[in-house]
């Protein structure tokens, strides 16, 4: 069997997919993309075919190896994204041909069902508490939010005070058999981040994630980490197990590698069992498609110390096109329960509706993240 093209597909909301082809007629789809920048992975995509192109599909360690390690200039979001879209079709490439879900080539399930999260409101959220009833009421046993919007390097008490009542008013809906994640974006200072997870201890979130910058955690995550018992959780912007070890000396309870950056299904994995060295927990980031959720769960379901998994369906991005829409069949992301079924289908366990995204693909998108800035003009965090 061999690689005889790779296709790539710009699709709504703000996605990318990448499908290869065998000479066997064996096709396999990834998700390379960075949110924002996904024209960027798309040329990093299509430059990095040429090392795979003609070769063996099932050789899916030596190809991870050659497309990370085989330029000088490696790693990165673009590269690393690039690559991981890669992982992922030729992990589903592997179990078509052997009639096997990836999560039995991987060792076999270690659970039956894995607990996935919702998300609430948007960068600023309102009416808190009818939206965390919403996922209550849809059967969710957890939800995400953020509690601000940009945050001054030393916030004022009202500030503080605001981002805090947000947090209490989601807790009040889920009482204490329901959990509450909270992310921070990266939007704190270390010390604004020191002192406002002491302030949520009483709101008792399953973690806090990304409270400050990946660019500082190498030098303040401890700081942050040891500062309260609230769990810490960071990874979407680390793009390797070489990126997370630091954070893990750090201390944080949680990693969040997403499967569309971090070097796909293969990296993933890795990162995992460098997590259960330190006792900390796998959280996956994928607030993406379809394609990056379902590696992502095949994943979860073979690793012991996986947590909750991040999804999007009915997620604030997905304007006009939601998770399920380019699925043939769409029983794979009904959840029941805030829970996933165990994936049973060969390769990532989902059915691509080819020709539903060879028509999104006409229109493409152009997404890009908000800019924001504070009060005075300053750049703010988003």
């Known amino acids: 069997m061999k690689i005889t093209g790779i296709e790539t597909f710009l699709v709504a909301p703000r996605w990318l997919f990448l499908k290869v082809s065998t000479d066997e007629g064996v096709s396999g789809w990834g998700e390379p993309v960075v949110e924002g920048r996904a024209g960027s992975v798309r040329a990093a995509v299509h430059e990095l075919a040429e090392l795979v192109v003609g070769q063996d599909p099932l050789r899916i360690e030596d190809h991870w190896q050659v497309l990370r390690r085989a330029g000088f200039y490696r790693g990165g979001p673009v590269l690393s994204s690039a690559l991981s879209g890669f992982d992922h079709a030729l992990w589903d490439i592997a179990g078509k041909v052997r009639d096997a879900p990836v999560h039995e080539l991987l060792g076999g399930p270690v659970r039956d069902r894995v607990r996935v999260y919702s998300w609430v409101g948007g960068d600023r959220p309102s009416n808190i508490a009818e939206a965390v009833s919403a996922q209550v009421e849809a ?212 059915e691509i509706d080819e020709a539903a995204v060879r028509r999104a693909a006409e229109t493409g998108h152009a997404w890009r993240n908000p800019v924001w800035r504070h009060d005075d003009g300053s750049l703010a965090e988003w």
Not at 167 to 175: Q, S
Not at 236 to 245: A, Q, T, V
Request: glycine share 8%; aromatic share 6%.
């Open 139 to 350: 059967g969710f046993t957890a939800v995400k939010m953020n509690v601000a919007g940009p945050l001054t390097p030393i916030a004022t008490p009202a500030e503080a005070a605001a981002a805090v009542a947000r947090a209490e008013e989601a807790r009040a809906v889920l009482g204490p058999d329901r959990d509450l994640a909270i992310d921070f974006h990266g939007r704190a200072s270390p010390a604004m981040a020191r002192r406002l997870v002491r302030m949520l201890e009483d709101v008792q979130p399953m973690f806090v994630e990304e409270p400050v910058v990946p660019e500082l955690q190498g030098s303040t995550l401890a700081s942050v980490v040891s500062a309260s018992t609230v769990p810490i959780a960071v990874g979407e912007r680390l793009y390797s197990r070489w990126d997370i070890k630091p954070a893990l000396d750090a201390g944080v309870a949680v990693v969040q590698p997403d499967p569309a950056h971090a070097g796909g299904i293969s990296e993933l994995r890795r990162i995992a069992s460098l997590a259960e060295v330190y006792g900390a927990q796998l959280a996956p980031h994928c607030p993406l498609g379809p394609i990056a959720l379902a590696a992502s769960l095949q994943v979860a379901f073979a690793t012991p110390n996986f947590l909750i998994q991040e999804q999007s369906l009915r997620m604030h991005y997905n304007v006009g096109t939601e998770l399920v829409h380019y699925l043939a069949d769409t029983a794979p992301f009904d959840f029941v329960d805030g829970h996933a079924s165990r994936p049973l289908g060969p390769g990532l366990g989902i």
